[in-house]
């Protein structure tokens, strides 16, 4: 049994405890330390990661590196890790953006000064380092569990770090009562999670209460899956279909999904850009990641069953989030709905169940989480700079910061899929996989991209172009820490785009399985290919 | 009448005297003792070494009463051993020793706290802890002045307090009905003079006492009624004897077989009997003494009240469905679901709209009965240890987080208005972490000992075929979620206001008892395994 994946949940962890208990203080050697410990933690992560990635076999078995220890016997629950495929990139994008997003956010948390020179919440530094780490940490063993016990107690447990990184830490562009819309996000985001993981709670009971009266009183998810595929576990379809409902539910909450949504926007226009990027990015991720994992894995049928109207669902999301996106005055709120359109599509390529559409989706949250933080991280230093967040506050930005201009450009092509960019390959996969399966959702959904060239050039028209608005100039252009951030975010989003072949190797024996799990098969295709292969006829 | 006086005369040899296996009594036994010592050094130990004297009295008998469990434990009398003592009056099994262990150590926390003297300002030079100077004086009178100015204390309450921990103990472990309402009494007494102790707002906490005395008067009559119409059907007022009158097996004296046909004597005796214990457990309809007595009680004895005051009737209560009544399952559980599903949704509801702290915390302690009922109402073994275990992370929880409060004080005491605890977490960033841990617990968040509890009841009660109490369960945790989070966004997240109040810094005491409820709220959470196994373990009565 190898150590990796623990040690590459346990490092971020540790390095959060590590980092919250350093000393506070007002001194800026103090809060350098925190930072810097911060940033070499997640640089450590960064590595296991890339180990992981590197020592996982595409063709090997469906779960890799698998570690298991009891944990709490009772109940037949064990510390169970694995890596598939999808799981390997997943946590290989968490580890490259969080300490991007560290880099990023590297003046967004100084201490508090009043107005009479002495210092409120001195560790806050500390405190939203240690935060961001800890979400690390739990995302990565939400994405490596094989037990849907332990899955289900990280996938609740991230809400706390998340929440207080969302009400605790905000950007210095609100307006005098920002602190009030900050704390209404932060109870926005946790209320509706919540409700969602405790449905899934009672989901979760109820799946082990079934297993348990056939003797299988475990939560190990091969175990489960690998029983309901060979028939030692039965369930009933209208449970099946109950408990289908309360796992999907929580998800779709999470990722979010139409009409669950609406704590996103709230949520990544009132936390800090960093913050922002770890919330579409990250944590979102990790429901549409357990949609593929545990709704298909566990409930096959169901998942058929209800296919066609989750489909309905992601394409309303593709639409409403696209056209709410055109709507907005806020930068940061754009982007929110701008990522509500683009979870409408990974949710659609999941339940397409095309082989194309599914590694389009898959494909899809990799893109998606990096062409967002580029967006979303240079929309941050943009605001920063002007303090303010409303679009109509700017103007002709790439007269005075013509590099800054340019990576946000990069961000908004990426998002609207501009060929060459890596979201182009994910979105075409996803459209052209819906398609074969579903031709008039597949049609409508191609909205979503014309809506999506909609916001994001107008977005920079308004704010880039034009005359150079009172306020914008002198705006200083990237600086270095700045660009380190953005530089590695644009070299990936073009790589991806022209050579997608390592992440795609790495991901489609993964979505095979789980197709083969829920046993769809591609549709034939419409002009016969025995007419082509037929030439090997003598 | 003539045999009695017959027997009386000494005529008859035939009443045998009592066997008392007074080392597995010990437990109590020794509280007692401790509690009687406490009396005898109230009256003649000199004035300012009775508060030294009390406090010694009351932690050694506590943990010598521990240590006699664990001894009994050890002994096999939680499982191979179990049996009947005192001629069947009192029980000892898995379940009476569990609960007997849990009753001994949060009560040992709580005497942590009632012995906190630093909190209040000094009076004329002498330290002040949280009781009236002097019960018997009126609030606001010259005399009640001259008492503080005299420096008096009222160490009397720790021997209550013990008097309060010997009842609890024998109420989870007796084994006959009248056993268990002289327990109950036993308990009971001691609290409703407790709760009219509180040194600030005394007129408060004199009529929570009153609200207290009177609805528990009420209830513990319910409770002696029920047992009159039990003895009037079975002939008898051992759990065990009812149970097997009830299944058929035994046979009643004659003088009894017409009324044992009467199942209306059963049934009202047992919806009687549940009058009175749920009055004690705070279920609803019958919780409405909960919010006023939580509130007006001084703060260290609510804690005390709210953990193993539950605690022990949540055993009885277990002991005496699944001892007497297991036969009568399909009676009561239809009831006992629409009290079940009640006590969650009026204690998550009504708790969002609190503006106080402690009466918050008293309705999320009704929303929690409602929770464990769920355990109750599984009607299996795994539910038993599911609300045992249940029992062990909500006491701990409830007393560091009755601690917290000690702390947050303004000039008039301590300040449980939640508008005054805005902006805690700025000023006192440990303290509040620290009430949010707790907070968390009870909103069941995972990696806390609340998850744990919360997912072993609900697990027993789908298993027990309850799937819609599990999600009424699970929708009102969805809602008491939100007044513990409205209480983390105030602390951590709105702007202090000036002279609000400030946290004060406690003795070595408050701490521990903190200390001890963060730890076990953690351990409880991340590692579970050994206590769920104990819980398991301790989860079989005997009759």
Redesign the interface.
């Known amino acids: 049994m190898s150590y990796l994946l623990t040690a590459t949940c346990a490092v971020p962890a540790a390095g959060a405890v590590l980092t919250a208990a350093l000393p506070g203080g007002t001194t800026e050697a103090r809060r350098r330390t925190a930072k810097l410990t911060a940033m070499a933690v997640s640089t450590a992560a960064l590595v296991l990661a890339v180990l992981v990635a590197v020592r996982y076999e595409p063709g090997g078995d469906r779960y890799q590196l698998t570690e298991s220890y009891s944990w709490i016997r009772s109940f037949g629950i064990s510390f169970s890790l694995g890596v598939d495929g999808i799981g390997a990139v997943l946590v290989l994008l968490t580890a490259v953006l969080v300490p991007i997003v560290l880099l990023a956010s590297w003046h967004d948390a100084e201490p508090i000064q009043n107005p009479d020179g002495t210092f409120e919440n001195l560790r806050r530094t500390q405190g939203f380092f240690a935060l961001v780490l800890a979400v690390e940490a739990m995302v990565i063993v939400s994405f490596l569990a094989t037990d849907v016990f332990v899955f289900y107690v990280f996938f609740e447990a991230m809400l706390i770090p998340m929440y207080f990184l969302i009400g605790g830490f905000g950007d210095r562009a609100g307006g005098p009562d920002a602190s009030a819309q900050r704390s209404y996000a932060a109870v926005k985001f946790l209320l509706y999670n919540l409700l969602g993981g405790l449905v899934m709670l009672a989901a979760v009971i109820g799946l082990y209460v079934i297993a348990a009266g056939q003797g299988l009183a475990t939560f190990d998810l091969p175990t489960l899956t690998n029983a309901i595929a060979d028939g030692r576990l039965v369930i009933d379809p209208t449970a099946e279909k109950a408990l289908f409902l309360g796992f999907f539910f929580a998800f779709a909450v999470k990722a979010p999904l139409w009409p669950l949504h609406t704590w996103l926007p709230n949520a990544m226009g009132e936390a800090t850009a960093g913050t922002a990027v770890l919330i579409t990015a990250v944590v979102d991720k990790v429901g549409t990641f357990a949609m593929l994992r545990f709704c298909l894995g566990l409930f096959p049928e169901a998942s058929t069953t209800f296919g066609p109207v989750i489909l309905v669902l992601a394409l309303i999301g593709i639409v409403y989030g696209a056209l709410l996106a055109v709507g907005q005055k806020d930068i940061k709120r754009l982007v929110a709905y701008a990522s509500i359109s683009h979870f409408g599509f990974i949710i659609m390529g999941i339940f397409a169940f095309t082989t194309q559409a599914q590694s389009g989706a898959t494909l899809y949250m990799v893109n998606h989480g990096i062409s967002t933080a580029a967006w979303m991280l240079v929309a941050g230093f943009l605001i920063s700079r002007r303090g303010s967040r409303l679009i109509s506050d700017f103007g002709g930005v790439q007269k005075v910061a013509p590099v800054l201009a340019g990576t946000f450009l990069i961000g908004g092509l990426a998002t609207l899929s501009l060929p060459g960019l890596a979201p182009f390959v994910s979105e075409f996969l996803v459209l052209v996989g819906t398609f074969s399966k579903y031709p008039v959702i597949g049609i409508i959904a191609t909205l979503g991209i014309v809506l999506a060239a909609l916001y994001a050039l107008l977005l920079y028209q308004r704010t880039m172009t034009g005359p150079v608005k009172e306020g914008v100039a002198g705006m200083a252009d990237l600086k270095v820490r700045e660009l380190a951030v953005v530089a590695p975010l644009v070299a990936l989003t073009i790589l991806l785009g022209v050579y997608p072949k390592p992440l795609t190797d790495l991901v489609n024996p993964t979505v095979d399985a789980t197709q083969s799990q829920v046993q769809q098969t591609d549709p034939a295709p419409a002009h016969p290919v025995a007419a082509t292969t037929g030439g090997e006829h003598k | 009448m003539s045999g009695w006086l017959a027997a009386a005369g000494g005529n008859s040899p035939s009443i045998p005297a009592p066997h008392i296996e007074y080392g597995q009594l010990s437990p109590m036994l020794i509280v007692f003792g401790a509690a009687l010592l406490g009396v005898l050094a109230e009256a003649f130990l000199p004035r300012r070494a009775r508060y030294g004297a009390q406090l010694t009295i009351a932690l050694l008998g506590l943990a010598a009463s521990f240590g006699a469990v664990v001894v009994l434990a050890a002994q096999g009398h939680a499982t191979t051993e179990a049996g009947l003592l005192a001629m069947g009056a009192v029980a000892i099994d898995g379940p009476a020793l569990f609960l007997q262990g849990l009753i001994v150590l949060s009560a040992a926390v709580a005497v942590l706290t009632y012995a906190e003297r630093r909190l209040e300002p000094r009076l004329n030079g002498n330290a002040v802890d949280a009781f009236a100077p002097q019960g018997a004086a009126v609030p606001g009178s010259e005399q009640e002045r001259e008492a503080t100015r005299a420096g008096f204390a009222s160490t009397e309450v720790f021997p209550l307090t013990l008097f309060a921990v010997g009842g609890m103990l024998l109420f989870p472990a007796a084994n006959d009905l009248l056993t268990m309402f002289v327990a109950l009494e036993v308990f009971s007494l001691p609290l409703y003079l407790l709760c009219a102790l509180a040194r600030r707002r005394r007129l408060l906490s004199q009529e929570a006492a009153v609200k207290y005395f009177l609805l528990g008067a009420f209830a513990s009559a319910f409770f002696l009624f029920g047992t009159a119409l039990l003895y009037g059907y079975a002939g008898t007022v051992s759990l065990g004897g009812i149970a097997d009158v009830v299944s058929g097996v035994a046979q009643v004296t004659p003088a009894l077989a017409g009324s044992t046909q009467n199942d209306a004597l059963l049934l009202i005796g047992l919806a009687m009997i549940s009058v009175g214990l749920l009055f004690k457990v705070g279920a609803v309809p019958f919780h409405s003494w909960t919010p006023d007595v939580y509130q007006g009680a001084p703060t260290p004895v609510t804690g005390f009240m709210a953990a193993a005051t539950k605690t022990a009737a949540f055993g009885a209560f277990l002991r005496l469905f699944y001892v007497a009544f297991p036969g009568l399952r399909w009676d009561w559980r239809p009831v006992m679901w629409g009290v079940a599903i009640l006590t969650m949704v009026v204690g998550a509801v009504l708790a969002v709209t609190q503006q106080d702290v402690k009466r918050l915390l008293a309705y999320s302690s009704i929303a929690h009965a409602g929770f464990i009922l769920t355990g109750v109402i599984a009607s299996n073994k795994q539910g038993i240890g599911a609300v045992l275990f249940y029992l062990a992370a909500y006491s701990f929880v409830t007393l560091g987080a009755f601690a917290v409060v000690t702390l947050v004080r303004d000039s008039k005491g301590e300040a449980t208005h939640l508008s005054s605890w805005a902006g805690l977490g ?1 000023r006192s ?1 440990l303290l509040a972490a620290v009430f949010a841990l707790f907070l ?1 617990a009870f ?1 069941g ?3 806390t000992s609340g ?2 509890g919360k ?2 009841v ?2 027993a009660a ?2 027990g075929g309850a ?1 819609p109490l ?2 009424v369960g ?2 009102s ?2 809602v008491a ?2 007044f513990y ?2 209480v983390i ?1 105030l602390m ?4 202090p206001r000036p002279g609000g109040p400030a946290v004060a810094v406690p003795s070595v005491l408050t701490r521990t008892a903190i200390a001890i409820g963060v730890l076990v709220t953690l351990v409880l959470g991340l ?3 050994y206590f ?2 104990l819980a ?1 373990s301790a989860s079989v009565f005997t009759r």
């Not at chain 2, 951590?492 to 702007?495: H, P």
């Open positions: 700025r960033p968390l909103a968040i995972p990696l998850f744990t997912f072993a609900f697990q789908a298993a799937t599990v999600i699970v929708l945790s969805a979620a939100f989070i409205r966004v951590f997240f709105s702007d590692a579970p395994q769920l196994d398991t």
